[in-house]
């Protein structure tokens, strides 16, 4: 069965599914600067969330006391797997040399949550 991936249309019934296995939230390390525009983008995608969280490196996501993490970054995913954290792996070409036992690899959303569900 193969999964699309998140549009316009289903992004916010996927966070809501997410929601149903526990607390989501959107934690970035983007510049303070473009908070506002990440802010405005997912209230008018109607991204569902708990919190809005900014570190100001990547990598120190994995300090944070959470039990997933779904992230694109290869240097985050290292640091989430030292710190013995659940890893899925979004899929990017700049990602594709991280490989590990411990990391789920996803291409959708929708993976994440079938991943969640077992």
Same mark, same amino acid.
């Given at each position: 069965?193969?999964?699309? @991936?998140?549009?316009?249309?289903? !992004?916010?019934?996927l966070?809501?599914? /997410?929601?149903?296995?526990?607390?989501v939230?959107?934690v970035?390390? +983007?510049e !303070?600067?473009?908070?506002? *525009?990440?802010?405005?983008? !997912?209230? /008018?995608?109607d991204?569902?969330?708990?919190n809005?969280?900014?570190? $100001?490196?990547? @990598?120190m996501?994995?300090? /944070?006391?959470?039990?997933?993490?779904?992230?694109d970054?290869p !240097?985050?995913?290292?640091k *989430?797997?030292? +710190?013995k954290?659940?890893? *899925? /792996?979004?899929?990017?070409?700049?990602n594709?040399?991280?490989?590990?036992?411990? $990391?789920? +690899?996803?291409s959708?959303?929708?993976?994440?949550i079938?991943k969640?569900?077992?």
């Amino acid at each position: 069965m193969g999964s699309i @991936p998140p549009t316009e249309d289903n !992004l916010s019934i996927l966070t809501q599914n /997410l929601s149903d296995f526990g607390q989501v939230d959107i934690v970035t390390a +983007r510049e !303070l600067s473009t908070d506002s *525009f990440v802010k405005n983008w !997912l209230k /008018l995608h109607d991204v569902t969330y708990q919190n809005y969280v900014s570190v $100001i490196d990547g @990598p120190m996501k994995a300090d /944070l006391d959470y039990d997933v993490f779904i992230d694109d970054s290869p !240097l985050n995913a290292i640091k *989430f797997l030292k +710190r013995k954290k659940n890893v *899925f /792996l979004y899929s990017q070409p700049w990602n594709q040399h991280i490989s590990d036992q411990n $990391i789920q +690899r996803i291409s959708t959303l929708t993976e994440a949550i079938e991943k969640l569900k077992l």
